[in-house]
């Protein structure tokens, strides 16, 4: 099993829609869960980071459920300009070479 | 804050050549660094973890003789791509972070063509 798992998509919203993805992990022991942004041939961009009691930014909100072992992104009033692939990062802790990606998900916002 | 600065941005060179990437932090001591591989429409590939003024840990499958790491002090890592062939074309792209929990901050990754 993967240590962490999106659903890749892609997800095509009109404009102004809201849309949510999921990403689920599996140990239990993660410490630390981030949301990443990444642009056609672009480097990831850190989006937000995801806490306990969930956060929101702007029209951006994360949420944590650690008895489910998920991690969620809404967006809210989509933009032309959120189309990107969204990677869900997970932390395990105990060291340095602790960070897991999943492989995104692919959002393309229509006009 | 947390700038990670990659340099170059593209390579376009001959089957053979070796091609050294930099990866600095701007703005923030990093003592470890992360090299991650990037092939088209699939996800980032953790080659391996640079720690300064030691040995970098690769992973499984990555060839410390192919893929040269150097972490020289807190702000700058390198990787260098020895004798390049087409095969490994792609797009690498650095990280750090300033602590074991938070964030890593990406450069803006090189994009290495061998013909």
């Known amino acids: 099993r993967k240590e962490v798992e999106q659903d890749p998509g892609p997800f095509n919203v009109p404009e102004g829609a809201t849309v949510a993805f999921n990403c689920t992990y599996s140990?239990?022991?993660?410490?630390?869960f981030f949301w990443y942004r990444q642009d056609c041939r672009k480097e990831p961009k850190l989006l937000m980071s995801v806490y306990s009691s969930g956060n929101e930014d702007g029209r951006f909100t994360a949420q944590l459920n650690r008895a489910s072992q998920y991690i969620s992104l809404l967006i809210r009033d989509s933009k032309l300009s959120d189309s990107a692939t969204y990677l869900c990062?997970?932390?395990?802790?105990?060291?340095?070479?602790?960070?897991?990606f999943g492989t995104g998900t692919r959002l393309t916002v229509i006009p | 804050g947390a700038v990670v600065s990659q340099h170059p941005s593209w390579v376009i060179c001959k089957s053979g050549t070796s091609v050294k990437i930099e990866c600095r932090s701007l703005?923030?001591?990093?003592?470890?660094m992360f090299w991650y591989r990037q092939f088209p429409k699939q996800s980032l590939m953790l080659m391996a973890t640079?720690?300064?003024?030691?040995?970098?840990?690769?992973e499984q499958g990555v060839e410390k003789d192919k893929f040269l790491i150097n972490h020289a002090s807190l702000t700058l890592s390198t990787l260098t791509v020895t004798s390049a062939h087409p095969e490994d074309s792609s797009f690498y792209i650095c990280s750090a972070r300033t602590g074991g929990v938070q964030p890593q901050h990406f450069g803006d990754g090189t994009r290495l063509s061998i013909l």
């Open positions: 140990n239990s022991a993660s410490q630390s």
């Open positions: 640079s720690n300064e003024g030691s040995k970098a840990t690769y």
């Open positions: 990062v997970v932390n395990v802790g105990g060291g340095a070479n602790n960070l897991f």
């Open positions: 703005d923030f001591q990093a003592t470890t």
